[in-house]
């Protein structure tokens, strides 16, 4: 039984610079892009591979979803993965959630020969968006080897790259889906240390440079009681003529005017928030400079800094 008694609300922020953050295998590995409006998408599956990977990799912690190559070198498939776990539902159910720090977070429905096994996960992510217009970048180069046999001509290597790019993810912790997947404070913690040290330790072509910039956990007093919304609470303002034009955190400051007010107004519902910033990133306050540290510390909140 989860002893997480309350919800807690999670916002974070990444950058990354000259990558791609969430390729779109379907549209040629393109960076995931809102056409409409510009933003940078970065899916939920994103950060919860991450979270798994780094849990797994650097933690030690079992991990239900995950590639595992067979012997014939076939991956193993779903109904055989819960076949690690056990011969009958219950067995399999009990054990998965025993071992599995993934499915006690996120949930999963586990297959099983005639049916399966569905666990709703405490942790929900929305969709990852940049905090600003993104400009996809289209490169070009030469590969190492030559196109044919034959060929003199050497091959061409494609991507699609963004210059720079902001992105926030919010998510929210349910204390009642926790009940029933075990979630333990224990589970939470390695939790938050994956989203930043996974973030920062996704060392791949494609990924390098990913910096976590701002994780902030707030911690309820009110049972099934949470503000929402939290990200829509910061605001990037730059003097960029185009938001596309961003390279970096010099080029702008994050307003958190909307989040203080909101934390202001509920900080007689939060029992705690936990919090790690990045020193080079320029946080404000209504027009003035702020230590987003003192600002929580000074509305009477109880202040947690993590530092990972």
Known sequence: MSNLLQRSEIVFLYDIKD???NGDPLDGNKPRMDEETGINLVTDVRLKRTIRDYLYDFKGQEIFVREIFKENGTIQSGKERSADFGKDAQEVAKNVLDKCIDVRLFGATIPLNNNSVTFTGPVQFNMGRSLHKVEVTYIKGTGAFASGESSKQK??????IVPYSLIGFYGIINENAAQ?????EQDVDLLM?????????????SKIGQMPRLLLKVDYAEHSYHIGDLLSGIKLITSKSDEREIRGMDDFVLDFSGLVNKLEKNRQRIAGIKLQVDEGLQIQKEGQAIELAKVISDLGIKLDVMQF
């Open 19 to 21: 990558a791609n953050p």
């Open 155 to 160: 091959t061409f290597r494609e991507e699609y």
């Open 180 to 184: 029933h997947t075990n979630l333990a």
């Open 193 to 205: 240390e994956a989203i930043w040290n996974g973030t920062k330790n996704l060392i791949s072509r």
